[in-house]
């Protein structure tokens, strides 16, 4: 079993509409919880990031985790197409610099 | 501009050959690091690098090397390239010292060997 699980999609949906992306895991260790995204031909970008438990909000994305089932989620408000890309979870301990990557979902959003 | 440059972006070589992918960073971050990524693998760790001279395996070691001589500076080296190496290539820079969750990753590198 992977310590980190996503589903790799391909998700497609209309544009303006609200997306969730999803990740679980396995190691009750994860403290840190980020999302990167990558758009085709580039190198992974951080989106956002969470410590813990709960919620954070930026602008149209909004992060979640919750840590006693171990899932967590990316939501995206009024989706764009600038927003297709693929989006991967990935997890860390604390006090560590190693990062565990989910697969990846691939997002399309079309006009 | 901060960023972290990757070369060759694409290089199509022969088993056996070896090759070296340079990675250098602009922003004196201690921490680097080299990923591979294949379709239903994601992100797989190679080796890491915490500091100059620091160098430790990650999760796919086998049949790569690395050196840190410069901070700056943290090349991959396929001393013998197999056809199972073929893949793609990242390099990543953090800051180190517990939360370096923003990694900073090149352009990638598209390896196939023959």
């Known amino acids: 079993q992977k310590e980190v699980e996503q589903d790799p999609g391909p998700l497609s949906v209309p544009e303006g509409a609200i997306v969730s992306l999803n990740c679980t895991y396995s190691n009750s260790a994860f403290q840190y919880f980020m999302w990167y995204r990558q758009y085709s031909r580039k190198g992974p970008e951080l989106l956002m990031y969470t410590y813990s438990s709960g919620n954070k909000e930026d602008g149209r994305f909004t992060a979640q985790v919750d840590k006693s089932s171990k899932y967590i989620s990316l939501f995206i408000r ?3 197409p600038s927003d297709s890309a693929t989006y991967l979870c990935a997890c860390s301990e604390y006090n560590t610099d190693k990062l565990i990557f989910g697969t990846g979902t691939r997002l399309q959003v079309f006009p | 501009e901060a960023q972290v440059t990757q070369n060759p972006r694409y290089l199509i070589t022969v088993t056996g050959k070896k090759l070296t992918v ?47 001589k410069e901070k700056r500076n943290f090349p991959l080296i396929l001393e013998s390239p197999s056809p199972n190496q073929t893949s793609l290539y990242f390099c990543a820079s953090s800051y180190t010292g517990g939360i370096s969750y923003e990694q900073y990753f090149g352009p990638g590198t598209r390896l196939t060997v023959t």
């Open chain 1, 78 to 80: 009024d989706s764009q």
């Open chain 2, 22 to 68: 340079t990675c250098s960073q602009n922003m004196n971050h201690e921490y680097m690091s080299w990923y591979r990524q294949d379709p239903g693998l994601g992100l797989r760790q190679i080796y890491y690098s915490m500091n100059v001279e620091v160098t430790d395996k990650g999760d796919v070691p086998e049949g790569y090397k690395v050196s840190r």
